[in-house]
């Protein structure tokens, strides 16, 4: 199965510079929940903006069109039908994380998408590419909690596809 994972703002916003534009605990918990044990996939600037370390307990694959790229500890892919021809295979579930590239890539390939909608607006270079939504439907909505440690308002949906 192949599956979106992202976080967004009110705006589509996704990133800024290379990292989160909002740190939401509850989000990376969730992140962790869903991912661990499965692989994901990401660009090279996403990996990057994580400092080059891979997430533990999961395969890391990084795309890039960089025939010369390499980064320990994981996979380094060039297409979408690399990517596509490892999903065949693999027997978990596989998660494309980002950014709005990759997800663009596999946007036709996706048969789950988990969001974590955030209430609010914050300055970002990277948004989530366009989502026809006619062709999802909502399934799941867990509301977030708000504390101390994650200030703003959110929610985490699961869409299938029609």
Excluded: C
Aim: net charge negative; hydrophobic share 35%; no cysteine.
């Amino acid at each position: 199965m192949i599956a979106f994972l992202w976080a967004q703002d009110r705006n589509g916003v996704i990133g800024n510079k290379g990292t989160l534009p909002w740190y939401l605990p509850n989000d990376l918990k969730y992140f962790k929940e869903m991912t661990q044990g499965n692989a994901v996939v990401m660009g090279r600037k996403t990996f990057e903006g994580m400092n080059k370390r891979p997430l533990p307990n999961r395969i890391n694959i990084v795309m890039t069109n960089d025939k010369e790229y390499q980064a320990e500890g994981v996979l380094i892919m060039h297409s979408r039908q690399e990517v596509l021809d490892f999903a065949k295979d693999y027997e978990n579930d596989l998660f494309i994380t980002g950014g709005s590239g990759v997800f663009k890539e596999f946007m036709g390939d996706a048969d789950l998408l988990h969001r974590t909608m955030i209430d609010g607006e914050f300055e970002g270079d990277t948004f989530i590419p366009e989502i026809d939504w006619t062709q999802w439907k909502l399934v799941n909505v867990e509301q977030g909690i708000t504390d101390d440690r994650n200030k703003y308002p959110h929610q985490f949906e699961t869409y299938t596809r029609n």
